[in-house]
């Protein structure tokens, strides 16, 4: 089980807005669970987006008005009788704090009432609710996440990004189609975070070395790649000619085991393995020395865990597993170690 504490750290390099002042108070406290976590960020997160403003945008309303405002819709008008009243129907554009994203933040909010958290979390929640009255609840099971962010709304980012950590982490759906709360992030989503974390803290940490998660072209003959798999890596990291190539997995069980025997879950050894040969391939003329690869497990319960190094048709394919469970400091060493001796840095 990864502390708690521990998954604020890996929220802090996975969003890097955790990084600012307003957040450090959020640091030093303890937390039971993850909902009680995400419930401190989001308070923190929306009391600051309160005193910079709220998103607004413009939402079509229909309306029957006695002072008429936007387009009059005269045949509405005559079948409802509303001139009866001396009134017309209109339609027009309210520039309404009822944006989309303002709606995903405060259906999240309800949710963590609903959670396992304490009645001072409970109590900050409801005082910022005060402020979406004018907002709209939305149905959780139908949350459009494709939102475009720019330079107006930008501070919304980590914000939906821990509301979609709380909706689909803490949420799990029934066979009779009802929700119930869940007490932790389930694999899915921590896996994403996962990988997130480690490509965030290799930025962060390591500015010399270039990190990115860039897609590996296929070594082809003929150049005829029609329905080949894109071959998308999860961490990159390229320094002085030495490239390491980091497939991150976050599962229950990190081994495959038939009988009593282990072994290593052979698509993901594929896959690496495929990865390595092919960005070895397509670089072989500009001087590289080395591409290796990795499996890096988080490291389970489980008494057998992988910790093994190959020697591949000339390439390094090491599987090992990172350890979550210590203080983050134990965590900060073994990324650093991994660095070192595939890059060759010299911290």
Known sequence: ????????????????????????????????????????????????????????EYICKIEELSSPRGKLDISKSIKTQSMRHKKLVCTYDDFSINSYMNRIIKTTMLILLKSKISRFRKKELRKLLVFFVEVDELDV???????????NNQNYQMLISVCYLVIKGLLQTQSDGTTKLMDFLDEQRMCHLYEKFILEYYRKEFPQISVN?????????DGFDYMLPIM?????????????????????????????????HSGNLYQIFT??????????EQGHKQVSGMLLYAKTDEEVFPENEYRMSGNRIEVRTLDLSGDFNSIRLQLNHIANKYLDIGI
């Open 141 to 151: 099971n139908y949350v459009n996440w494709n939102i475009r962010y720019n330079r």
């Open 232 to 264: 998308q890596s999860d961490i990159m990291l390229t320094y002085k000619g030495q490239i390491l190539i980091i497939d991150a997995k976050y599962y229950a069980h990190s081994l495959q085991q038939k009988y009593d025997r282990y072994s290593i």
């Open 213 to 221: 998660a860039s897609q590996i072209q296929w070594k082809l003959d």
């Open 1 to 56: 089980m990864i502390p708690v504490q521990n998954i604020y750290y890996m929220l802090s390099y996975a969003f890097k807005v955790l990084h600012e002042q307003a957040y450090k108070s959020v640091e030093t406290e303890q937390f039971h669970n993850v909902a009680e976590l995400c419930s401190a960020i989001l308070t923190k997160g929306v009391s600051l987006q309160i005193k910079r403003g709220f998103e607004r």
């Open 275 to 284: 990865y390595v040969k092919n960005k070895e391939a397509n670089i072989s």
